[in-house]
């Protein structure tokens, strides 16, 4: 099938001789004279290049390059200018052209710059056809789960992946954001590019805006060098502002500004710097909430959220544990080298019971710690009695509460209890073979007692 181009020109003579030359050249050419008429039909088809023109009535073509590319985010816009225009289109090309070419140009012209666009596309899409044949080795294959909200997310992942739009990640801690991001910016066409993780909730106010846009020499006491931001690095590639619901408010016009207009400014700097870059965000908070209390701006969360990604906590997917759980002992085994071969039924059984308040992550640390005390494979008892030290550190540890996950600590006191109380209820009738009456002696509780505590639970 032939390429097809957009062709935005609104002097008719010109129109139809690129038309005829471009036929001739074997390409498919659909033709607007205004740019507004463009923008829609580079929405509603399936253009491989378009190429307009600056000077249009009405909107010009520079003015149209981002809602061009908003319309048609995998298709190259080449921009045509006459001599007089060239700085239109430098600045067509800071807004995201692909390449300008002033007239007036040759036809042999004409054909190279058309000609290597297209060769860079195809290019493209042949390594977007090798990735999906290599579909077991894709990243998103990295996304443990198949439980329908997990393939929901998958889907979604690699639909969103390859556009150039903003991504808003949302989920309880340890459900998988940041590794939704790295599948996003590995499934997407700046996969080579620079990845650049910013962690807002790691940054003290007031050295933010220096840490996103960098600065110039002597900006400030101690700016001995010039330093660009972070997104100056991600430059091309990709940006991850993780924990965004800790961004403080006085910084959010800013970073809604260097989103929307693709350039920053650094501190103590006088001319604003083209970046390209995409963004990812992502947050454990409800960030529409925060939104309605004010806290965090409208017009932010909305330039985020283009597309949103929601990880469901685990307990909302439990079919998703043994998967999940089998893949992080072998992990396990691998990376730390402890020797375990895998988990008892029993043990997957218990796990199932659990309802995970921190997560995948939570579920990683647990088994960490049942692996420990394994002897071969995790068993129901090596998980019982990870969890019983996972859900009360305290009391197995003379430091208090350092050095465990803090998610722990992120549970509501009566459930936290209520665990403990079950695995300990487990835990003695183990170890009197049953024996209710056994059991209550072990706990120091009464027969009594201990019968209603087994209805309770
Ligand atoms: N679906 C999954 N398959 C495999 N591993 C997973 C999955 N989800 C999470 N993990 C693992 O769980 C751990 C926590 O995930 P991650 O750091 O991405 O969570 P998060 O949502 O960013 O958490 P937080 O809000 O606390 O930053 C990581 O080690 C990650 O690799
Ligand atoms: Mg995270």
Redesign the pocket.
């Known amino acids: 099938m032939s390429e097809h181009i957009l062709l935005i020109e609104d002097d008719y003579a010109f129109q139809g001789m690129l038309l005829e030359a471009l036929n001739e050249q074997g390409y498919q050419v659909t033709t607007a004279s205004r740019a507004e008429e463009g923008i829609a039909l580079a929405r509603q088809g399936d253009y491989d290049l378009i190429l307009t023109d600056v000077m249009l009535p009405g909107m010009s073509g520079v003015e149209a390059i981002p809602p061009l590319r908003e319309a048609a985010p995998n298709t190259d816009i080449i921009v045509m200018t006459a001599y007089s225009s060239k700085e239109l289109a430098l600045e067509a090309v800071r807004r995201g052209a692909y390449d300008f070419f002033a007239k007036p140009f040759s036809l042999k012209e004409l054909d190279i710059v058309v000609r290597r666009a297209m060769e860079k596309r195809r290019l493209q899409s042949e390594v977007f056809a090798l990735r999906s044949t290599l579909r077991h080795d894709s990243p998103v294959s990295?996304?443990?789960?198949e439980s329908p909200p997990?393939r929901e997310v998958k889907a979604l992942i690699e639909k969103v992946a390859p556009l150039d739009t903003t991504v808003l990640i949302l989920?309880?801690?340890?459900?998988?954001?940041?590794?939704?991001s790295d599948t996003l910016c590995a499934l997407s066409p700046r996969a080579g590019q620079s990845f650049i993780k910013v962690n807002c909730a790691a940054i003290p106010e007031h050295l933010f805006e220096n840490e996103l846009f960098g600065h110039e020499k002597g900006a400030f006491t101690g700016a001995a060098a010039a330093q660009p931001g972070k997104f100056e690095l991600a430059h091309s590639g990709t940006l991850l502002l993780?924990?965004i619901g800790d961004m403080p408010l006085a910084i959010q016009p800013k970073l809604l500004r260097a989103v929307e207009e693709k350039k920053v400014e650094r501190l103590g700097g006088r001319r604003p710097i083209p970046v390209d870059v995409r963004i990812i965000a992502?947050t454990?908070q409800n960030l529409s909430d925060r939104v309605a209390d004010k806290s965090f701006r409208e017009d932010l969360y909305y330039r985020l959220s283009v597309a949103i990604i929601n990880?469901p906590p685990l307990r909302k997917r439990k079919e998703?544990i043994p998967l999940?759980a089998e893949?992080?002992v072998r992990k396990l085994g691998s990376t730390l080298g402890i020797p375990v071969h895998g988990l008892a039924p029993d043990g997957i059984h218990a796990l199932m019971q659990y309802d995970w308040p921190g997560?995948?992550?939570q579920l990683?640390n647990l088994l960490e710690r049942a692996a420990i005390t394994a002897e071969g494979v995790i068993t129901a008892s090596d998980i019982t009695k990870a969890l019983s030290l996972h859900a009360n550190p305290a009391a197995l540890s003379v430091e208090g509460c350092s050095g465990y996950a803090p998610e722990a600590f992120a549970l509501p006191l009566k459930e936290t209890l209520q665990q403990v109380e079950r695995n300990l209820l487990i835990e003695a009738l183990r170890r009197a073979n049953g024996s209710q009456k056994n059991a209550a002696k072990l706990l120091g509780v009464t027969p009594k007692n201990m019968w209603a505590k087994l209805q309770k639970h």
């Open positions: 990295r996304l443990i789960g997990m989920g309880e801690s340890g459900t998988g954001k940041e590794l939704v993780d924990e992502a454990n990880l998703d999940l893949h992080l997560n995948v992550r990683a």
